[in-house]
């Protein structure tokens, strides 16, 4: 009988966790659809941003923005984009494997040198390179409890006073796109100095007809920073929706997986409460016929 109660347990145990990881499966449900919303409204403005910095690209070989200057890249930043829970299977792992990654094949060498910082928006990824002794500047940590654009700002002003200063000579950028609930595209991108953007072909080239003021230089100028505030700003929405993602479908499997475990202890249960009880009638009928013998 006491294999019968400790499975009794454990069925008690599967049920309570099926339930909470319902539950949480529905509240990454209505998560998601929240920051789903926010990207999706975000990117046509990006997109545009873009388009509009392609379409004026001749005008950026000669500005005088110091975040399209190429250099060596002696000292990397790296900003990697997590979550700060877990219980989103691979998420969080991933973005760090994709970091390591990239630190491995393209800058082992400012790694030996000490040259390479970690700016972690995400306390996953700010505790794991804390712990291996990395150069991990500030904490970025609280972004997520006020997400907006300002707050994410705060983070890109740091970053580009820091490549302006000469702290650093480039910044890569790594995270997850979101594509939808159960796909999530690790992306690295360079966020400074500013790629080059493709040249816009002639003859769509020829039907662009911008009115500028007050002049071309001023524009670029300004349009440069705004637009690595939203690149970042968009890649942490990207991440933020990706991890909700990532939790409901996790969730949502590991439902599925209680179920099938619960269908095995109930069937396990039984089976053990059948033999038990075909032991005792077995007990009482050999005991009835030893006394009638």
């Not at 690209?57 to 700060?84: D, W």
């Not at 928006?121 to 002794?133: A, C, M, V």
């Not at 609280?142 to 480039?170: C, P, Q």
């Amino acid at each position: 009988m006491a294999n019968l109660k400790e499975v009794r347990i454990r069925i008690s145990s599967v049920q309570s966790t099926q339930q909470i990881t319902k539950a949480m499966k529905m509240v990454s449900a209505a998560k998601l659809k929240r920051a789903t919303n926010a990207i999706i409204q975000l990117r046509p403005y990006a997109t545009k941003l873009k388009e509009i910095l392609g379409n004026l690209s001749a005008s950026l070989e000669g500005s005088s923005s110091p975040f399209i200057q190429e250099r060596e890249p002696n000292k990397v930043l790296v900003v990697t984009v997590s979550s700060n829970r877990g219980l989103a299977g691979a998420f969080n792992m991933n973005v760090i494997k994709t970091t390591n990654n990239l630190i491995a094949e393209k800058y082992s060498e400012q790694l030996k040198n000490g040259k390479v910082s970690i700016v972690a928006i995400g306390k996953k990824s700010q505790d794991f390179y804390e712990k291996r002794n990395y150069n991990v500047i500030g904490n970025n940590n609280d972004v997520y409890s006020a997400l907006s654009f300002e707050n994410v700002s705060k983070i890109t002003d740091a970053i580009m006073a820091g490549f302006e200063k000469g702290e650093f000579d480039r910044v890569e950028l790594v995270y997850n796109r979101f594509k939808n609930a159960a796909v999530q595209i690790l992306t690295t991108e360079q966020l400074l100095p500013l790629p080059k953007a493709e040249p816009v072909a002639k003859e769509k080239a020829s039907n662009v007809d911008y009115i500028l003021e007050p002049n071309q230089e001023k524009i670029v100028t300004e349009l440069i920073p705004k637009s690595i505030k939203i690149q970042l700003y968009k890649a942490v929405l990207d991440s933020h929706a990706s991890e909700h993602g990532a939790r409901m479908t996790s969730m949502d499997k590991a439902t599925e997986n209680a179920g099938d475990l619960l269908k095995a202890l109930k069937l396990s249960y039984n089976q053990a409460r059948q033999a038990a009880i075909t032991t005792e009638l077995t007990e009482i009928v050999s005991g009835a016929a030893a006394l009638n013998g």
